[in-house]
């Protein structure tokens, strides 16, 4: 059966629609960027192939344009369409914290983070610089480690922090192996890195722990 034949409330664009983009499975929404699936499947069967052998969905779009490609049912026009679709939304993360508005939400700070750093084979180290009403300076990767962990310098911290001439900080670091679990050390380089900020006037406000699943805010669990 074609997906036009499908019941009105079941067929992707019309619920996406009716419902709002949240409320799609993963294959509904990459079905609706396909448009058409192979021969002989419709658009959501032909995603959801997709998922079963390139999946999960974060895996997939991890994948480089040249890599999407190479899959069944993409191709070079719909891997470089999902390519730049996936840097639009990074961007417009990155739009909203330039503008400082997603700074009152500590959510969208967290999302934008994933943005940046989910998917990274090695841990990376991350600060956002703010000023003294918490509108975003800059962005910096800091520290690179490998699939197990990296080392954090307060000292380097501090210095680009009055470098980009910040008042405040919001960090985050990914864990490759996909556990969001803040471990022992996460919560000791927090504490080290706020006490360090602390002695020069410089805030810390949150420190993100990026995985699979959303991110975690060790502020939010009161130990920022």
Same mark, same amino acid.
């Given at each position: 059966m074609h997906i036009r034949d499908w019941p009105a409330d079941e067929r992707p664009r019309e619920k996406l629609l009716a419902r709002g983009a949240g409320a799609l499975s993963d294959a509904e929404l990459l079905a609706i960027f396909l448009g058409s699936g192979l021969r002989g499947r419709d658009a959501v069967g032909t995603a959801r192939e997709l998922l079963q052998a390139h999946g999960p969905l974060r895996r997939l779009l991890d994948l480089p344009p040249a890599a999407l490609a190479k899959l069944p049912? $993409? &191709?070079?026009? @719909?891997?470089?369409?999902? =390519? =730049? +679709? /996936? !840097? /639009? %939304?990074?961007?417009? $993360?990155? *739009?909203?914290?330039?503008?400082? *508005?997603?700074?009152?939400?500590?959510? =969208?700070? &967290? @999302?934008?983070?994933?943005?940046? $750093? @989910? %998917?990274?084979?090695?841990?990376? #180290? +991350?600060? $956002? #610089? /703010?000023?003294?009403?918490?509108?975003?300076? =800059?962005?910096? !990767?800091? #520290?690179?480690?490998?699939?197990? %962990?990296?080392?954090?310098?307060? @000292? !380097?911290v501090v210095r680009r922090a009055f470098a980009h001439n910040a008042a405040a900080l919001i960090v985050g670091h990914n864990h490759p192996s996909g556990n969001r679990e803040p471990s022992a050390a996460d919560r000791a380089v927090t504490a080290r890195l706020k006490q360090a900020l602390a002695l020069v006037d410089l805030r810390l406000l949150d420190h993100f722990v990026i995985a699979d699943g959303p991110p975690v805010s060790l502020a939010a669990r009161g130990w920022v």
């Open positions: 049912g $993409l &191709g070079p026009a @719909r891997s470089c369409s999902l =390519a =730049a +679709a /996936l !840097e /639009l %939304g990074q961007r417009h $993360l990155s *739009a909203d914290l330039e503008r400082g *508005a997603a700074l009152s939400d500590p959510q =969208a700070a &967290g @999302r934008y983070f994933a943005q940046r $750093l @989910r %998917g990274l084979p090695h841990e990376v #180290f +991350a600060v $956002l #610089f /703010l000023d003294n009403r918490h509108r975003a300076i =800059a962005f910096e !990767e800091l #520290f690179r480690g490998t699939l197990d %962990g990296t080392e954090v310098h307060p @000292r !380097e």
